[in-house]
């Protein structure tokens, strides 16, 4: 029987995940006898749990993606004719921040009081047509 290293039928890739998704990296290998499958990060031994899971086989799955897994994953496999292994990093940018000022407020403010006092001249104006059954075809 011959035997086979393990070699790369689908390597991970690069993925950009915000805090709190769900990311999956593939890894797809194959070799004479059947190669193992682990999963490593930033060289440490990815431990399966309800958090990290292994899929499918050899896809790791990293449900509700925190800053701290940033890093480099290596899927690595192995069978007595030897091992390959593939890398890929997980980049968590920090979510997008707007600074809301007291300024930005203040506009904010001016234009709900604009909008709210165009719209009571407006129902006035519908008004006072009502009553006197003329109409205003602009309103200054």
Not at 14 to 26: G, H, K, R, V
Not at 68 to 92: K, M, P
Not at 112 to 125: C, F, P, Y
């Amino acid at each position: 029987m011959a035997i086979i290293p393990p070699w790369f039928l689908n390597h991970p890739s690069n993925l950009y995940a915000y805090e709190s998704m769900d990311i999956e990296f593939e890894c797809a290998v194959s070799g004479k006898p059947v190669p193992t499958v682990n999963w490593m990060k930033n060289g440490d031994v990815v431990i399966p749990s309800d958090y990290f899971q292994i899929v499918g086989g050899s896809n790791l799955r990293i449900l509700g993606v925190v800053k701290s897994d940033e890093g480099f994953y290596q899927c690595v496999a192995e069978n007595e004719a030897g091992n390959a292994q593939s890398s890929a990093q997980l980049i968590v940018p920090k979510p997008e921040v707007k600074l809301i000022t007291t300024e930005s407020v203040r506009e904010i403010q001016s234009w709900l009081v604009r909008d709210s006092e165009m719209a009571l001249s407006h129902k006035q104006i519908l008004i006072y047509t009502l009553q006197t059954d003329k109409r205003y075809d602009s309103c200054d």
